[in-house]
């Protein structure tokens, strides 16, 4: 029975918890707005074989009676000059888009996290002067700059250019990683960890990253939507996904050459980049506010 308590407290202190965390986030009208424009396109990249009106337009499919069709009731988008639906490939590009994100910050931000922790609970040492000598390299050189040139070196496809992101992505985490973990080194329950003998990995893992969590979703918020925009640059110089695979940088590559008379073929993908990139940024807005205010 006191056990059954005590879950039942645990149970309620976390949704109590759960409930403060949105009271603040959902206080930002903007970042609600973004969190709801992630929703739907999420739901409708998901089932983009049944949401998108012409899901045969996503692949090796062409057209020509219905092509460079300016927009209408039929085609949202218009059609591009091989007839397909740019709505429908809009969507599998948002999915495409999403994957890039995801893979990036799943890959960059655990390695990024774990150079930084070690290097700021050693601080002082060689390891800790190699990891960061390597973080300033990698910091030194913009991320599209560096992802171009490794790009340029490997074949041109949507794995690659993940890679290409990733590695130019993870010294952030390690930079921001590192500041935290030297700021709180030599707090006095981090030297009682070690006086009672606790392990480096438990001390790293269980006392100080718990303490990295709110800046490191904070920033991963934020990132999402710039790590998108940066594949989309790959593939709009044409180091991303290849034709016929719909991607939205692609897509404005290949609809600027048909400025301005065929204006539809790369403002819709443009503005598609702006709304999933200007989401996440509302979101990143949002979980900053509500996590800054936790911490305060």
């Not at 986030?25 to 074989?49: D, E, H, K, P, W």
């Not at 150079?115 to 991320?143: E, K, N, Q």
């Not at 925009?229 to 290849?242: E, I, P, R």
Request: glycine fraction near 8%.
């Amino acid at each position: 029975m006191k056990n059954n308590n005590i879950n039942f407290e645990k149970i309620s202190s976390r949704r109590s918890r759960l409930g403060k965390y949105w009271y603040k986030y959902s206080r930002n009208f903007l970042s609600i707005l973004g969190l709801i424009i992630i929703i739907i396109i999420v739901f409708m990249t998901v089932l983009a074989q049944y949401s998108s009106p012409f899901p045969a337009s996503a692949g090796n499919y062409i057209n020509f009676t219905e092509a460079s069709q300016p927009p209408s009731f039929v085609h949202f988008c218009g059609t591009d000059v091989f007839g397909r639906d740019i709505f429908s490939r809009i969507l599998f590009g948002f999915r495409l888009s999403l994957l890039m994100g995801i893979t990036v910050l799943s890959i960059s931000v655990p390695a990024g996290v774990f150079a930084g922790l070690v290097a700021g609970y050693f601080r002082g040492r060689w390891i800790s002067f190699l990891i960061m000598r390597i973080v300033d390299i990698f910091v030194a050189v913009p991320s599209l700059l560096m992802a171009l040139a490794i790009c340029s070196i490997l074949n041109p496809n949507v794995f690659n250019a993940m890679m290409a992101i990733c590695i130019s992505w993870w010294a952030w985490y390690a930079r921001m990683a590192y500041g935290i973990v030297s700021s709180i080194r030599g707090e006095f329950y981090i030297q009682a960890t070690e006086v009672i003998g606790a392990s480096t990995w438990h001390i790293l893992f269980k006392e100080i990253l718990p303490n990295c969590l709110s800046p490191i979703f904070t920033k991963m918020s934020l990132d999402m939507g710039f790590v998108i925009l940066l594949g989309s640059c790959l593939s709009f110089v044409g180091l991303g996904a290849q034709p016929p695979t719909p991607d939205l940088g692609t897509m404005v590559a290949d609809g600027a050459k048909f400025l301005p008379d065929l204006w539809w073929i790369a403002i819709f993908p443009a503005c598609a980049i702006v709304l999933i990139v200007l989401a996440f940024n509302l979101i990143g807005d949002g979980v900053r506010d509500m996590l800054g205010s936790e911490e305060a």
